[in-house]
C-alpha cells in the first residue's frame, strides 16, 4: 500500500517555523517542571498503594471521605481500572503503632468470631505481621481458609502436616478495609493488590532509570556513529533529547489540568520512555538511509533538495507505520484503564514528536551543519 509516493513539499524550508515551535514546547516544559516539578508515583517516591474492587459501582468522593481521616497521614484515593476500582496511596511503609493494636484486636475478634473461646498464643511480631499458635493444624487450616475468604491475608508458616501456626498480615490495607468494611456493608469489597515501596529503594529506583535512558541515548549515539556520520548521529540523538525533554515537561504541564490525565512517572512511564526512543530513532534511521542511498544516486544534487525528497519519499513509509501504532495506542489510552494510561499517553505523544522530530530536528540539524561548516556531506 502506497501512501503519499509522489509529494514534493518543502519541509526544510519550513524548519526556522518549526524551531519556534519546538523552543515554545520546550520552554513550556521548563517552566512547569520548574514551577510545579513531576508527579511520582511509589516505584520512586515510597510508600504504600492499595487497590480494592468492590462489587459495585463506588462514589470515589465518599470514599475519600470515609479514609481521609483515619490515621494514615496525607492519602490519596482515586479510581483504578473503572468504576468498581479504588486506589488507596499513602507516604506511610507501616501502620502507626497506635493503631497497630487494634487491627489485632479486629483480627482476635474475627478468629473467636469464627471458633468462639479458641485460645491464640502470639508467636511472633513484626511491624506487618502477626503468628499465632492455634490447638491443632485442623483447626489452623480451617482457620486460615476462613480468615482468607473473609479478606484478611494470611496463610501457614509451613505445609507440614502438623503445622500449628498461622501468620496474619497487620498492614494498612487491614486498617483502610476494616473502616470501609462497615460504612459500606451494602458494596462488598476485596484488596487485590497492596504494595509497599521504601524510600531508599525509590530512591535508588530513580537513579537506575536516568542511567538507563542517559546509557541508552550514548550506545544509540555509538551505533549511529558507526553506520553514519557522526553529524547524523549527532541529529539522531539530539532529536531524542528533544523527544524525552519534551514529553516530560508535558507530564508537568498536564498534571492536575486534565480530567484523566494526572500522570505520575513510574518504572512504567520509564519503560514507555525506552520505547519511545527506539521507535524515534528507528524513524530517523529510515529517512537517513533514504539519504545515503539518493546521496549516491544523485551525487551533485544539493543537500538541500536531497534531505527534502528523502523524506517525501519516505512519507508513504511514516504514514503507515505511525497511522497503525497510534491506532493501537489510542485504543490502550481509551481502554487500557488505569494501568496503563501513563504508558499507552508516552507512546501516543511521543510517535507524534517522534516522527515530527526525525523531520525538523535530526534532518534540519544535519541540513544547519553543512550550511555553517561549507562541507560536503558524504558517505
Do not use: C
Request: proline share 3%.
Amino acid at each position: 500500500m502506497r501512501l503519499f509516493e509522489n509529494i514534493h513539499i518543502d519541509w526544510l524550508g519550513k524548519r526556522k517555523i518549526f524551531y519556534a515551535v519546538s523552543a515554545i514546547m520546550f520552554l513550556i516544559g521548563v517552566v512547569n517542571v520548574a514551577l510545579r516539578g513531576f508527579q511520582f508515583g511509589i516505584d520512586f517516591k515510597g510508600g504504600s498503594e492499595i487497590v480494592l474492587q468492590f462489587d459495585n459501582a463506588v462514589d470515589i468522593a465518599q470514599v475519600r471521605n470515609y479514609v481521609e481521616n483515619i490515621g494514615l497521614g496525607s492519602i490519596e484515593i482515586k479510581t483504578f481500572g473503572g468504576e468498581t476500582g479504588v486506589m488507596v496511596r499513602t507516604e506511610l511503609q507501616n501502620i502507626p503503632a497506635d493503631i497497630y493494636p487494634r487491627v489485632v484486636n479486629n483480627i482476635e475478634t474475627a478468629v473467636h468470631d469464627i471458633y468462639p473461646g479458641i485460645p491464640l498464643r502470639v508467636v511472633d511480631s513484626t511491624e506487618s505481621s502477626i503468628t499465632y499458635e492455634l490447638p491443632n493444624a485442623d483447626t489452623t487450616n480451617s482457620l486460615v481458609s476462613k480468615l482468607f475468604a473473609q479478606g484478611y491475608q494470611t496463610g501457614k508458616v509451613s505445609e507440614e502436616p502438623d503445622n500449628r501456626q498461622m501468620v496474619v498480615n497487620v498492614g494498612i490495607a487491614e486498617w483502610v478495609k476494616e473502616n470501609l468494611k462497615t460504612k459500606m456493608a451494602d458494596n462488598p469489597f476485596k484488596v487485590i493488590k497492596e504494595d509497599h515501596v521504601g524510600p531508599k529503594v525509590g530512591k535508588e529506583l530513580k537513579q537506575d532509570a536516568v542511567v538507563a535512558i542517559i546509557f541508552s541515548l550514548i550506545a544509540i549515539l555509538v551505533y549511529l556513529a558507526f553506520r553514519f556520520k557522526f553529524i547524523f548521529a549527532f541529529g539522531a540523538v539530539l532529536a531524542l533529547f528533544h523527544d524525552v525533554l519534551i514529553t516530560l515537561g508535558l507530564y508537568a504541564a498536564l498534571y492536575g489540568v486534565i480530567p484523566g490525565l494526572n500522570l505520575e512517572i513510574d518504572l512504567t512511564v520509564v519503560a514507555a520512555f525506552l520505547t519511545l526512543v527506539g521507535y524515534s530513532v528507528n524513524d530517523t534511521v529510515i529517512v537517513f538511509d533514504r539519504v545515503r542511498e539518493n546521496m549516491k544516486i544523485h551525487k551533485t544534487m544539493p543537500l538541500f533538495d536531497l534531505l527534502n525528497m528523502s523524506i517525501n519519499r519516505t512519507m508513504s513509509r511514516t504514514i503507515l507505520t505511525g497511522g497503525t501504532t497510534l491506532m493501537a495506542t489510542i485504543v490502550l489510552l481509551i481502554f487500557g484503564g488505569e494501568v496503563l494510561r501513563a504508558f499507552s499517553f508516552t507512546l501516543f505523544f511521543g510517535v507524534i514528536i517522534g516522527t515530527y522530530s526525525s523531520i525538523f530536528v535530526a534532518s534540519a540539524l544535519v541540513l544547519e551543519y553543512a550550511s555553517k561548516s561549507k562541507k560536503k556531506v558524504q558517505f
